[in-house]
């Protein structure tokens, strides 16, 4: 007849049993962590279309004014409800998606084409060069990004205020370039590191021995090397630019009105909490939604990126 020891059966199962759980806990974290970002993709998708076509969405001009439901709270007639002007805050919201996103998305494009341009300059240049710019961007990165461009925009406005801005508006135009501006330097400092440990690689140097001329070496092999990083900080710094436009917009910097801009229309709504909230929640709500959605998707993209390159 056999005995067997105790604890050689029932010693390792408490372990293992713990373990299975906290593998079935990381699953389940990885399973919530895909469907949040797939739904925060969807989402973005459906804010893209919103931008594009908003008629898709409401048969409503944004500007439509009906003195005889002057602030109607949310119902099925007006799911936003109205503003002070009888205007369908809800049709209002949808057409500010165009405006608002694409300040986002002009300013995150023009910093970060500034911050290639100016990081790229300085990692190419001499030591002289690359300290000048660096220092320069020091300053910059100095200020908080908020208020460097609150008083860059500021400036634009004396500034283009005697100039002929008819394309998206003197108001749009101030954000845009005001927010683009105030993120410049930051993104020219990851550019400058990266376009740094790329020179040093020994295929660039390979390149360089062989004679290569620096305009096709920079845009064969420093240039691609720099930009996956950079783009993919640009998705996540995206949520920051809407915010940041948002909020001067909001100290009426930017889109003027009747413009359904969101940050204007949260400025406009702000004197109406009391009696109707719906005029400054909503643009507000979409403001946030926004935002929580691009971090979302940039940070996950970032996440890959970087296991990628790890």
């Known amino acids: 007849m056999t005995t067997t020891q105790p604890g050689l059966l029932t010693g390792p199962a408490p372990a293992l049993t713990a373990a299975g759980r906290a593998a079935n806990r990381s699953r389940r974290r ?106 320069f961007a020091d300053v910059l990165l100095s200020l908080p990004s908020l208020l460097l461009a609150l008083l860059l925009a500021l400036l634009l406005a004396l500034l283009l205020a005697l100039l002929a801005v008819t394309v998206l508006g003197t108001g749009t135009v101030n954000v845009m370039l005001a927010v683009a501006i105030a993120f410049v330097p930051g993104y020219a400092r990851i550019v400058r590191a990266e376009a ?77 909490l009391a009696t109707a909230w719906w005029i400054g929640v909503f643009p507000g709500l979409a403001i946030t939604v926004t935002v929580v959605a691009v971090n979302i998707v940039g940070r996950f993209a970032q996440r890959r990126f970087a296991g990628r390159t790890s």
């Not at 048969?59 to 205007?87: I, K, V, Y």
């Not at 949520?239 to 909001?250: E, K």
């Open 30 to 135: 990885r399973r919530l962590s895909r469907v949040g970002v797939a739904l925060a993709g969807a989402l973005l998708v459906l804010l893209a279309l919103v931008a594009i076509a908003p008629g898709l969405f409401t048969g409503r001009a944004p500007n439509e004014t009906d003195l005889a439901q002057t602030m109607a709270s949310p119902s099925g007639a007006h799911w936003f409800g109205t503003d002070q002007l009888g205007r369908d805050v809800f049709a209002r919201v949808l057409h500010g998606a165009r405006t608002s996103l694409l300040v986002g998305v002009g300013s995150t494009a023009f910093a970060l084409l500034g911050g290639t341009v100016l990081g790229l300059a300085a990692a190419l240049s001499g030591r002289v060069g690359d300290q000048v710019l660096m220092r």
């Open 196 to 272: 740094l440990v790329v020179r040093r690689s020994g295929y660039v140097e390979a390149a360089v021995g062989l004679g290569l001329p620096r305009p096709v070496l920079v845009a064969r092999h420093v240039l691609p090397n720099t930009l996956g990083p950079l783009l993919v900080l640009g998705a996540v710094g995206f949520g920051t630019s809407v915010i940041y436009a948002s909020g001067l917009s909001f100290l009426g910097l930017g889109a003027g009105p009747p413009s359904p801009e969101w940050g204007a229309m949260l400025s406009e709504g702000r004197s109406f």
